[in-house]
């Protein structure tokens, strides 16, 4: 199982980018997958995930309403559309997938340490 997460840079306040999760050597179709974000002296925090292979999407306050989570089947990935970027969802961003999460549990309480396989972290740098 791999996953590689890409599309972070440097973006002002307001600004759009999205991510991209490649994941391979497994169907991340079956499987709830999530992003996640560290910053310096934080603790690292879910910040959107889809919980099982159909299950409801779920997204933390602090990014409701401008982040979107989507998925290509076709393509194996995952997205992370991040509209009205604010400096305070500077941080690095991280794509995870564990294949015991179904559809019946909130992926956003389910602990960041529960979660199995983990890709590179892509940098995001929100500032004028």
């Known amino acids: 199982v791999q996953l590689q997460a890409s599309g972070g840079g440097l973006v002002q306040p307001g600004g759009s980018l999205r991510l991209s999760c490649a994941a391979s050597g497994y169907d991340s179709a079956n499987f709830g997958i999530g992003w996640f974000r560290q910053s310096p002296g934080k603790e690292r925090e879910a910040v959107s995930c889809?919980?099982?292979?159909?299950?409801?999407?779920y997204y933390a306050d602090s990014v409701k309403g401008r982040f979107t989570i989507s998925r290509d089947i076709g393509k194996n990935s995952v997205y992370l559309q991040m509209n009205s970027l604010k400096p305070e969802d500077t941080a690095v961003y991280y794509c995870?997938?564990?294949?015991?999460?179904?559809?019946?549990?909130?992926?956003?309480?389910?602990?960041?340490?529960?979660?199995?396989?983990w890709g590179r972290g892509t940098l995001v740098t929100v500032s004028s």
């Open positions: 889809i919980s099982g292979s159909r299950g409801p999407t």
């Open positions: 995870a997938t564990d294949f015991e999460l179904n559809s019946n549990t909130n992926c956003l309480r389910y602990g960041v340490g529960r979660w199995d396989y």
